[in-house]
């Protein structure tokens, strides 16, 4: 079960996975942008108490939606080990989004892996974003 916690008592668990997504996934974000974001309230750490909080931690952020009245909760960042967090956690953050009023839940993800394990939970891919540096 996912509990909202402090990331200042959890940082040092959980940065090393937040290292390990910076470094395979290449974003745009630096790491003092994701401690930055947790403390100010932009973002938000949940943790498996069952679970390391090194192996397993979800970080979700509210984002108005564009074109129309409401907003939609991001998987910011997702970290699990086993590699069965879509499976053991989506109904969870489902319930957290509804809970927080989005009507939807996002992910930018460059795991062709996550988004086949999403579609199997309804979600469906809408874009590709593709860029270059200038």
Not at 43 to 64: G, T
Not at 97 to 113: I, L, M, N, Q
Request: charged letters at 30%; a negative charge; one cysteine or more.
């Amino acid at each position: 079960m996912l509990s909202l916690v402090d990331v200042r008592l959890y940082w040092d668990d959980i940065l090393p996975g937040i290292e390990k997504i910076k470094d395979e996934s290449q974003p745009e974000w630096r790491i003092e942008d994701v401690y930055a974001s947790l403390i100010t309230g932009v973002a938000e750490l949940y943790v498996d108490h069952n679970q390391n909080p090194c192996s397993s931690f979800i970080i979700l952020q509210e984002k108005p939606l564009i074109f129309k009245p409401g907003k939609s909760l991001l998987v910011w960042l997702a970290f699990d080990e086993r590699a069965d967090a879509a499976k053991k956690y989506m109904e969870e953050v489902e319930t957290i989004a509804e809970a927080k009023g989005c009507s939807k839940v996002e992910f930018w993800t460059p795991y062709e892996g996550l988004v086949k394990a999403l579609s199997i939970r309804g979600y469906s891919l809408k874009y590709y974003i593709v860029e270059k540096e200038i």
